[in-house]
């Protein structure tokens, strides 16, 4: 459940996932150009797709989050693509809520964005097999993060939906996995055919 509904979360987890929603928005709308709008709104098509469609496991239902991808695509400008997906999902198929869009914003955001910075420096178009591994333990970990920022929210708001928490992450290892195959080989693509998407351009040709 990554998408967090509206009447679940305290009012100061509410605020302060605003207040960094906003922030982490208006930063991308900032870095945003001309020639970003095309491929952002391709993303924001492909996150609004991919994370509409959930599915069942255990107590609790996943989706494809793809944070690790956007964000090493993105950069900042993930926000403003994730923004307009859980935007749309919540106007047209109530997932999520509208009081929450900042924290699901961060929550989803965030972690790709932030991980995929430390790694961006070392994907290399020549070592097409490391840096698909690290793009895709990013994904991994991202939404490994996502689902602990969801859990303490929701645990910071009502303790007794505690115990609750870890089996809720739990429930997102799968995923990660998935994730991380999925980021791993449609970087492995990139790197061949246009390896600027990934901010590999460059270091074509390093001897490093």
Do not use: C
């Not at 906003?22 to 709104?41: F, N």
């Not at 997932?95 to 924290?103: A, D, P, Q, R, S």
């Not at 115990?163 to 809720?168: N, S």
Request: glycine share 12%; proline share 6%.
């Amino acid at each position: 459940m990554a998408h967090i509904p509206d009447g679940v979360l305290s009012l100061p987890v509410l605020v302060a996932g605003t207040l960094a929603g906003a922030a982490g928005l208006a930063l991308g709308v900032r870095q945003l150009g001309d020639r970003d709008i095309p491929r952002t709104a391709l993303l924001a098509a492909v996150f609004f797709i991919a994370s509409s469609l959930a599915f069942p496991l255990g107590p609790t239902s996943v989706h494809l989050l793809l944070g690790g991808l956007i964000g090493l695509m993105l950069g900042w400008k993930a926000f403003p693509a994730i923004f307009v997906g859980l935007l749309l999902q919540a106007l047209l198929f109530g997932f999520g809520g509208l009081t929450t869009l900042g924290v699901d914003l961060v929550n989803m955001a965030l972690p790709g964005v932030a991980l995929a910075a430390t790694i961006r420096p070392f994907i290399r178009a020549h070592h097409p097999a490391r840096s698909a591994a690290l793009a895709g333990a990013v994904a991994a970990l991202s939404v490994i993060v996502t689902a602990g920022l969801v859990g303490v929210e929701i645990a910071l708001s009502e303790p007794a939906f505690s115990p609750a928490v870890g089996l809720m992450a739990a429930a997102y290892l799968p995923l990660a996995a998935i994730e991380a195959v999925v980021t791993a080989f449609v970087t492995l693509y990139l790197l061949k055919v246009k390896p600027e998407m990934i901010g590999a351009s460059a270091f074509i040709g390093s001897s490093s």
